[in-house]
Each structure stands twice: as C-alpha cells, then as structure tokens.
C-alpha cells in the first residue's frame, strides 16, 4: 500500500490529502464546496477530485488502502451514511461509501464526523499521538468537541455525539438554543465574543482580543468570561472523562492559546481529586490539516 | 459452574453473596468490617466468610466460577491490588487477589472499586441491563459515580475513576475540598443537606426533606437548590457521556425519587439537542445488593 486518501468535507470547502502509512499529508487538493449539488453531483464532485489526485501522486487506485471522508453533522460510521447534514441538505440519509468505493474498483470507504476525524487525526499523527483517551474542544465558529476512549470514537446515545461545547459553564451567561443559560458555546466561541464585544462598541472577535490587551475595560470582561467558561469546561471534563490528554484546537483557542492554557491548567492545579493523575493540556498540533489526516486514519 | 461468590467490602460491613450465573443472589451472609485489622487479618477475615457461605449454600470450591470482591477506593483491577483506601489503612497497596485465589484452590479472583461494581450490578441483573452504555449517581453520605462505556467501565488517566460528584452544580454553593464551590457532592449529599438544615434550625437530612414537604420556606430552600444541581448535573451528563440509561442509587435519590425524577426530566426535556435520542432516566433496583451482584459479575 502506497497510502490513503483523506477527505474532509467542510461547508464551504472540500480538501483532499493524498496521505502516507505514517499519516504525512504528501500532496494536497482543494475544490469549493457546492451545498446545492444534488447527491449524484456530490459523489461525482468528489470522486472527480480523488480521481484528480491520485493522478497527481502517481498512485493506482489498487495501490491505496482506501478513501476516508470526514463531514459535518452525525454520520452512522458503520453503514457510511451521512444522517443529516443542514450545509448539505441534498446529501442527508443517503448511503455514501457504498457509491464510493464502487467508483474506486471496491476500496474500503469510511465515514466519520468531522469533529471526530479531528480528532482522530491528533490522535494519530498530531498533540495526542500514543494516548489512549482524549478529549478534544475546537473553539471557532461554535464550540465542538469530540472524546476518544480505549481508542476508540465515544459514541453516544442513538449514536449521537457529545455536545461537549453546551457543557453549562457560566450561569449567567445569555440564552443558547441548546436549553440553558452560559454553556460554553455561548461564551467562548468566536460569534459570541463578537456578539459580547459588539456591546461595548467593538467589531468582531479578534478586535474584542485586541481591545482587552490594550486595556479596554469592556473588552478585559468579556475575555475574562472566557477564561473562567473554559475553567468550568475544563473542570468538568476532569471529573467526568478524566482523559489522558486534553486538547484544544480551532482559531479562537489557537489563536489565544496562552489564554486557553492558563485556564486550563488554573483548573487543574485545583481539582485535587485528579492531581495526581497524569493530565496533559495541550493545542493541537495538526490545525486545518488534522481532518484530512483523521479521516485517512479511518482506512490506515 | 454452580454459581459464584460477590463480596462487598463497606466502611462498617462487609456482605457476601452467593451468586447464580444468572445474577440472582442465593444465599448472604453480612459481618463487620474491622477498619483496625492488619492485612493478613482481613484476609482471614474474608476467607473465613467465604468458607462458610459455602458450606451453608453447599457448593464446593471447585464448583464455582470464582470470587468477585467490591471495596471502596481506587483498585488495580489487573493486578488485583487494593491501591489506597483511607477506611481500610491496612488494605491499602496490597494484593489482594492472589492470596485469596490460593486460599480457594486458584479460583479466579477480581476486584473492584465499590461504585464501579454497583454499576455493573444494575448492568447485569438490575435497571441497567441490556444496555451497552450507562451512568449511576449515588447519593447518600457522598455522591459518587460510575460510567459505563461499550460494556465496560470507564477508567480514566492514571487508572483513576470519574469524580462525578464534583460535576460543577451550583455557582454559589458551599465551597468543596475538591477546589470549587457548589460541586454535585456539596448540594445534594445528605451531610450537606443535613449542614444547610442546620442554619435553618433543622436537624439531618430527612429532617429537612420532611420539613419542606410540610411548607417550612427554608426547607424548601434547600430542596429547591437540591433539585437544581441535579438538572446540572443531568444536562452536564448528557452533553458528554450521552449514555443509553442514567440511574440514580442510594438512600437520599431512593428516598425521595420523584424529586431527582423530576429534575432529571426536566433537563432531558429541555436538552434540545439530545432529544430524540433514547436517554432512559431510572432509580436503581438493586439497592444494597447492587454491589454484590456487581462483584460476582466480575467472575460470571
């Protein structure tokens, strides 16, 4: 086997990674992602794209140990369907590996959500390589999260995942869809510090950042509320997986890790049930790329 | 196989069972814990307790599938060592399992921590049964629990267990040895309880659940504050371990169920997120022999 290729369907892009045995990324593919294609336009998108890659690379389709995909939303990993996808309405509850891998002479196609492929990429090449049990929160656009235990994908309830980003984390926080007041979504994800920052007369969350290392009282707060959302989180990821590792990616957390890290290690310094337990807080290392990779580790 | 023996080991008493292969206990036997014994004592102890169970019951050592032993504190399950139980100073860091094993003619000899074995318990013969994932909160002196994940119970970093009492609940509650104020453990525990009770003139936890029921405002206070960390505490467990069934034992949720019931729909309810997905809410059936039928389901 010369290697895999790793998918990571995201709403507005779709990357493509021509991947190694030892999960290095040798050859990148980028289209934009068409949330209007039908089904049939989706796969063929997709499969002109690894057609187009493997091209590239050099490799036969006999030559690789299978295609990986990792999307948004709830996946069933074992019958390859996409459940419901809302950036791609057209693609929901329909079977996707089976099409697949009959397009690619029968290599073994998987699914997975794209938060968990993340994961799975950090656990396999990136911060949590070697680790048995990790919990991974990815700060952006929303607060996601995904949970790795014995090695293996945590999977809920009706096969859904958890919703680690709508762990209840401060309780006068504003109003979230989920059903309470200040999870940790409502907090700590970009819109909401923007939404926060807007109130005090800033534009978006970068500018809120900014502002508060400038000094801007307004601003401190909010980054304050932050920092003490993500001690709760972290908390209480302490004290119910207590996993070898606790990782945070995305840009909010990326780009304000020494934020991020002293709140998380504030909290563990505290919980004395847990100091004595081997714990490592740490940033993903993989950043965009740690989809692709996750997802090629399904079929490695 | 004729059965199995399961032995809980508490602070005051320590109850045997013999155990049919279907999880029915056939025959007990109670006696009490001497916290002074050496080791070499309480190894005697116990083997002594076991000999008899088994004449009573009438089965010979070479008849059974082995002995299954429940005890509080963290334990080395592989190695059958006891690591540190601050009831049993003597116990602790010990192996336990090989010299009981020789005792009884090599008979496979398990342990386990005394809430995780409770789990498996309800797992096996009781509320829990048949499902693949599940978690149980104890209330009663403390609030502990336990995670089953897969089957199996959920360990995590260091071989530690979840410290689910200590779930943040309530943001302005009491302040806990575990490093912040308002945990599950420092609301709804019955010493805590029984310590709000106090400032209002009451005395013990009962006292205090009977006293809100007849209308006393400080009471209900209490019961209020109660009822609110556990809806905390619920939604906390449902946006991380998402499991198929979670249950609630001990006396203080024994006792006074259809309050926890209450709050614990009422966060399911609101969960917009998880539900449509199959959460059972349920009490324990098992009550104090949970246990002992966890213990021998070690060896079954």
Known sequence: MKGVIGIDVGG???AFGAVSPAGD????RTIATHPDDSFDQGIARLSIGVEALLGDVGWDVKEIGGIGIGC???VDTEKGVILSVYTL??????????PMSERFAGTPVRLENDANAALLGEAFAGAAKGKKSAVMLTLGTGVG???LIDGKIHVGAGGAHPELGHIPALVDG???PCGIRGCYEIIASGPAIAEAGAAVGLTGSEEVFTAAAEGHEGAQEIIARVAKATETAVWTILHTFLPDILLFGGGIADGH???FEAAARKSLAAATLARDEPVTIARATLGN???VVGAASLVL
């Open 257 to 259: 890790w020494p934020l």
């Open 289 to 291: 790329d740690a989809g």
């Open 25 to 28: 990324i040798i050859l990148r």
């Open 174 to 176: 504003p109003e979230c």
């Open 72 to 74: 948004p939303g709830p």
């Open 145 to 147: 999260g995904a949970v």
């Open 12 to 14: 507005t892009k779709i």
């Open 89 to 98: 309405p057209g693609w929901s509850n329909r079977a996707f590996a089976a």
